[in-house]
């Protein structure tokens, strides 16, 4: 069973940087694809960003693309989202995923199998 504890968040005004990590516990960790998504008040959980395996391949939603970067660490069983440029439109609870099942990215947040509890971004403008 692999545990996910989400950190970074907090509160950053319109423009600034924030980084994410993901500390997975567990065996299995390097195996799997790892994603991020978020999730605004009132609104469905969105995904943001997922990483293959290796980190050799990365996906990125449409509305963080340029702007986010998505980065593993497998040797420290950790997940980075580097977050620039943030927008008050950024401003959610983000949820790292991991997915068994690979081997893409997944944007679909049915396929991902495990889950943390999230940190609170707030972008203030």
């Known amino acids: 069973q692999v545990q996910l504890v989400e950190s970074g968040g907090g509160l950053v005004q319109a423009g600034g940087s924030l980084r994410l990590s993901c500390a997975a516990s567990?065996?299995?960790?390097?195996?799997?694809?790892m994603g991020w998504f978020r999730q605004a008040p009132g609104k469905e959980r969105e995904f943001v960003a997922a990483i293959n395996w290796n980190g050799g391949s990365t996906y990125y939603a449409d509305s963080v693309k340029g702007r986010f970067t998505i980065s593993r660490d497998n040797a420290k069983n950790t997940v980075y989202l580097q977050m620039n440029t943030l927008k008050p439109e950024d401003t959610a609870v983000y949820y790292c995923?991991?997915?068994?099942?690979?081997?893409?990215?997944?944007?679909?947040?049915?396929?991902?199998?495990?889950w943390g509890q999230g940190t609170q971004v707030t972008v203030s403008s």
């Open positions: 567990g065996r299995r960790f390097g195996r799997d694809v």
């Open positions: 995923a991991g997915d068994r099942n690979g081997p893409f990215g997944s944007s679909s947040s049915r396929d991902y199998d495990y």
